[in-house]
């Protein structure tokens, strides 16, 4: 039934004006302009802020990245056929159902890897898949 209910979760999330994700992200931005407010003139405060937004940011790049590949089989190939982490990797046949148990940590483990606060090769990211 999880795969009907997933499907049913994506309908839902698909018919609001935001996914969840989003609400975190616009959330941790919301909190982030409150927290400026404690001392507007302060530097230090201000970059740590900064790289509050920062990290927001990738969180929500990240996050929806995993969601995408982990549950749309069709995005999950095109990722594990476009990735470099899995590109080269070989195995026997006799192997196949041990990699295919693993295959979700390995993908949230390779996309764990990338860096999205590069904000040029974000969207060539978000293409190949």
């Known amino acids: 039934h999880s795969g009907w209910t997933q499907a049913f979760d994506d309908l839902v999330e698909y018919n609001q004006d935001f996914t969840k994700f989003y609400e975190i992200f616009n959330t941790s931005l919301l909190d982030i302009k409150a927290l ?37 089989e069709a995005i999950k190939r095109k990722f594990v056929r476009n990735h470099d982490g899995f590109k080269d990797k070989k195995f026997t046949t006799s ?24 904000l040029d090769r974000t969207p060539g990211l978000y293409k190949s898949v």
Do not use: C, G, W
């Open 95 to 118: 192997a196949i159902f041990e990699k295919l148990a693993t295959l979700n940590e390995d993908i949230i483990s390779e996309i764990d890897k990338i860096s999205f606060h590069n």
């Open 36 to 72: 400026t407010t404690l001392s507007p003139e302060n530097p230090i405060l201000a970059r740590l802020l900064y790289a509050a937004v920062i990290t927001a940011m990738e969180t929500y790049l990240s996050d929806t990245l995993k969601k995408q590949v982990i549950n749309r």
